[in-house]
């Protein structure tokens, strides 16, 4: 069984900073590109980061590029995102994806495995 759980929420002032652990289990991490998506209220869930199974390849929204950094841990099937400066519009439900089946890695449709997500609120 499958599970991957998000951890690392939270209410934060905008310019603050937050990191976010997906930790998986009944899954080995390191065999595929996990990612990091977001839906905010009313909107769609949107594509955030991904990484390569060895982590050698990052890729990030334009909306977040330079002050979001994914990373993994693959010894503890982990994934992180470390976030900095954040600001309003990041506020979200931030979900850890896995299982990546090809295709577009910032369409939550090309991912087969989800967490339940953790929370982001960034105050002005």
């Known amino acids: 069984q499958v599970q991957l759980v998000e951890s690392g929420g939270g209410s934060v002032q905008a310019a603050g900073s937050l990191r976010l652990s997906c930790a998986t289990s009944?899954?080995?991490?390191?065999?595929?590109?996990m990612g990091w998506f977001r839906q905010a209220p009313g909107k769609e869930r949107e594509g955030v980061a991904a990484?390569?199974?060895?982590?050698?390849?990052?890729y990030y929204a334009d909306s977040v590029k330079g002050r979001f950094t994914i990373s993994r841990d693959n010894a503890a099937n982990t994934v992180y995102l470390q976030m900095n400066s954040l600001k309003p519009e990041d506020t979200a439900i931030y979900y850890c994806a896995a299982d990546w089946r090809g295709g577009s890695k910032f369409d939550p449709l090309n991912f087969n495995r989800w967490g339940q997500g953790t929370q982001v609120t960034v105050s002005s």
């Open positions: 009944g899954y080995s991490a390191s065999t595929n590109y």
């Open positions: 990484i390569s199974p060895l982590g050698g390849l990052k």
